[in-house]
């Protein structure tokens, strides 16, 4: 194989893995801050949420024990007081508030 090819491969699969290694990273935190934006202000920074209010803490069994098709669905169209999100979010991003909110229980 040439020497030059095999360089631009190492270089090309080098920087392909360091853009994967970062990504979910970025992403994590582009997560969060969208939680801290749109979810914070009733669930808390924590999920710990608002009893006074009738908002659901989070990290609960009873919420953590929803399907992630069950949260989406609550946080795309609304339930209870809480406004629908569905063109607000990207499916993308309320995907990612869902995954966000099951990593709660562990902080």
């Known amino acids: 194989m040439n020497l ?4 631009s491969l190492a270089v090309t699969f080098l920087v392909s893995a ?3 290694l970062f990504l979910p990273a970025g992403r994590a935190d582009d997560t969060a801050a969208l939680y ?5 202000m ?11 209010m009738k908002v659901p803490d989070f990290r609960s069994p009873a919420i953590q024990k929803e399907t992630d098709a069950q949260l989406i669905a609550s946080t795309t169209d609304g339930k209870g007081k809480m406004p629908a999100q569905k063109g607000k979010l990207t499916e993308a991003q309320i ?3 869902v995954k966000y909110i099951r990593e709660l229980t562990k902080k």
């Open 42 to 52: 009733c669930h808390k920074a924590d999920g710990s949420g608002n009893a006074a």
């Open 4 to 7: 030059g090819l095999t360089r």
């Open 36 to 40: 801290k934006s749109k979810c914070a």
């Open 18 to 20: 360091l853009f994967l």
């Open 95 to 97: 995907k990612d508030l």
